[in-house]
């Protein structure tokens, strides 16, 4: 069985169009080019053409992408999926040059590697700067997620201020709460009542 070049084209809102891309990839030797246009939120498993084209590549195939990002969300995800074609004797081609694994022959595991380890730096510093910003609000008592609480003196105000009759949006207006925190302790001090 010939070796065939599969091209995968992505763009991510309707603004967009994969024309270019698809020329591109056909220009390219893609004899098969799937084609979606789906934000980069999406998860993986949710698109369909992205999956489509990794099940129409094979052991000796080719998939192609305009750039490496078409791969994934995140550099660790496209790493990953590089790791897993390389494994499965697939090759990948970026149309920017930066990645072509068939050129590369017998060091295509060396770039994939040193691919892998960049994104385990990446996933560290992100963990590290993730943990310091923790450390750092619980220690200025800070936020450390959700909405902050509101006191006494807020929740006092709100409930005076609906009796003198004021509406839910004045009340937001004056003390900068949520409508549905307005809401909450309206009907938490109306339940105390009952």
Do not use: W
């Amino acid at each position: 069985m010939t070796a065939r070049s599969v091209g995968y084209a992505r763009c991510s809102t309707a603004s967009q169009k994969t024309d270019a891309q698809v020329a591109a990839l056909r220009e390219a030797g893609c004899a098969v080019v799937f084609e979606e246009t789906i934000s980069t939120r999406v998860k993986e498993k949710d698109r369909p053409q992205l999956q489509a084209a990794l099940n129409a590549v094979v052991e000796g195939d080719e998939l192609v992408v305009v750039k490496l990002d078409r791969l994934g969300r995140t550099q660790v995800e496209v790493v990953s999926r590089l790791h897993q074609l390389q494994e499965q004797g697939i090759h990948v081609r970026t149309l920017d040059g930066l990645v072509n694994t068939k050129g590369l022959g017998k060091f295509a595991p060396v770039l994939i590697g040193l691919l892998s380890g960049l994104a385990e730096v990446e996933r560290s510093l992100i963990q590290e700067r993730t943990l310091e910003s923790i450390q750092h609000r619980r220690s200025t008592g800070g936020n450390l997620g959700g909405r902050p609480k509101t006191n006494q003196a807020k929740e006092r105000l709100v409930l005076r201020l609906r009796d003198e009759g004021c509406s839910y949006r004045s009340i937001r207006e004056q003390t900068g709460l949520a409508l549905s925190t307005i809401r909450r302790i309206i009907s938490e001090q109306e339940a105390v009542s009952c």
